[in-house]
T-cell receptor, first 111, second 112 residues
Framework: RKEVEQDPGPFNVPEGATVAFNCTYS??????FFWYRQDCRKEPKLLMS???SGNEDGRFTAQLNRASQYISLLIRDSKLSDSATYLCAVNLVNAGNMLTFGGGTRLMVKP | DAEITQSPRHKITETGRQVTLACHQTWNHNNMFWYRQDLGHGLRLIHY???????NKGEVSDGYSVSRSNTEDLPLTLESAASSQTSVYFC???????????FGQGTRLTVV
């Protein structure tokens, strides 16, 4: 079993839809969590950190469920420009400052 | 603006050749990382460094080496390039003690 797992998708949604992705991680003592966005043939870019109490940035909401060992990303009012691959990243316990990445979930927003 | 840059952006090399990919950051970050990204495998850690003269092996380090002689640079060397090392390589950096990492634009390497 991979230490950080995501559904690869693709998730095909119409503009304006709400879509959510989950990311599961293997170790309950993991410390920090992030969502990255990666456009085709580009580098991953930090989208947002995930805080224990959940956090929101505009149309994006990130949540952490420690009991079930997953993080989620909710995108409201999807835009065409949201089409990308979303990578979750976890700092696993005893991993120093390293991040372990999930394989990514591809989102395609259609007109 | 501070940034992290990789060079070259694209490279084609022959099997058996030694290749070095450059990574340079101007954020003064102590932590630097090299990942490779392949379809079906996502981002996998090759090597990392937490400061000058510090280097460590990651998940897929065989056939690769790094050196850290200053804060700004972490070059990645493929000792004898193999076709299995055809991939997109990303360098990343983060502040000491922090895990939030920032990536360079990537180097697309093809070994023929």
């Amino acid at each position: 079993r991979k230490e950080v797992e995501q559904d690869p998708g693709p998730f095909n949604v119409p503009e304006g839809a709400t879509v959510a992705f989950n990311c599961t991680y293997s170790n309950s003592a993991s410390q920090s969590f992030f969502w990255y966005r990666q456009d085709c043939r580009k580098e991953p870019k930090l989208l947002m950190s995930v805080y224990s109490s959940g956090n929101e940035d505009g149309r994006f909401t990130a949540q952490l469920n420690r009991a079930s060992q997953y993080i989620s990303l909710l995108i409201r009012d999807s835009k065409l420009s949201d089409s990308a691959t979303y990578l979750c990243a976890v700092n696993l316990v005893n991993a120093g400052n390293m991040l372990t990445f999930g394989g990514g979930t591809r989102l395609m927003v259609k007109p | 603006d501070a940034e992290i840059t990789q060079s070259p952006r694209h490279k084609i090399t022959e099997t058996g050749r030694q290749v070095t990919l450059a990574c340079h950051q101007t954020w003064n970050h102590n932590n630097m990382f090299w990942y490779r990204q392949d379809l079906g495998h996502g981002l996998r850690l090759i090597h990392y460094s937490y400061g000058v003269q510090d280097t460590n092996k990651g998940e897929v380090s065989d056939g690769y080496s790094v050196s850290r002689s200053n804060t700004e640079d972490l070059p990645l060397t493929l000792e004898s390039a193999a076709s299995s090392q055809t991939s997109v390589y990303f360098c990343a950096s983060s502040v000491s003690g922090q895990t939030e990492a920032f990536f360079g634009q990537g180097t697309r390497l093809t070994v023929v």
